[in-house]
């Protein structure tokens, strides 16, 4: 079994900048595709970023595509995601992810997540 913990969510002024992190634990992530995926009242959870277990492969939504950056370190089981120029339209709840399938940019249905951390950006 695997846990995910995020970390650094918060309240930010529009165009500042926040990093996420997700933690894991519990057993190793080799081999699983990282994403991190939001979703606010009311919609349905989107997909944000997804990162290959190599790191070599990544893939974002338009929406955030030149202001967001995921990146990951196997050794410390932890993902990141930088999230810069932010807007209000980026409020939500972000969630982590591992998925063992990732292909043209499309994650498989994850196997784990993690609880979830609110990002809130005020205009």
């Known amino acids: 079994q695997v846990q995910l913990v995020e970390s650094g969510g918060g309240l930010v002024q529009a165009g500042g900048s926040l990093r996420l992190s997700c933690a894991a634990s519990g057993r190793t992530l080799s081999g699983y595709a990282m994403g991190w995926f939001r979703q606010v009242p009311g919609k349905e959870r989107e997909f944000v970023a997804a990162i290959s277990w190599s790191g070599g492969s990544v893939y974002y939504a338009d929406s955030v595509k030149g202001r967001f950056t995921i990146s990951r370190d196997n050794a410390q089981n932890t993902v990141n995601l930088q999230m810069n120029s932010l807007k209000p339209e980026d409020t939500a709840v972000y969630y982590c992810?591992?998925?063992?399938?990732?292909?043209?940019?499309?994650?498989?249905?994850?196997?784990?997540w993690g609880q979830g951390t609110q990002v809130t950006v005020s205009s």
């Open positions: 992810a591992a998925s063992i399938a990732l292909a043209m940019g499309v994650m498989a249905p994850p196997d784990y």
